[in-house]
């Protein structure tokens, strides 16, 4: 029964060992995903979260005056 198992695992490893080999496939990826392999993809991915974050809590705290200047309004009126 083990050599079974241990049949299916090396048949998977054989059938997905291309599709696992990562950066080492360079060579066959497009000119947009060698760039990023080559920039260290986490970089571009924590600037652009660190972008998004920056652009919701700039929106956030000029929502935020937007309603204490409403409030001050309606508290005089």
Known sequence: MQEDSLAVVD????????KWAG?????QTNAFIAFMYSNNLIFVVLGVTLIIWAV???FLFRVD?????????????
């Open 23 to 27: 950066p080492e496939m360079m060579d």
């Open 65 to 77: 005056k937007k309603i204490t200047t409403l409030e001050e309004k309606i508290k005089n009126d």
């Open 56 to 58: 919701l809590l700039f």
């Open 11 to 18: 048949t998977l490893t054989q059938v997905y060992s291309q």
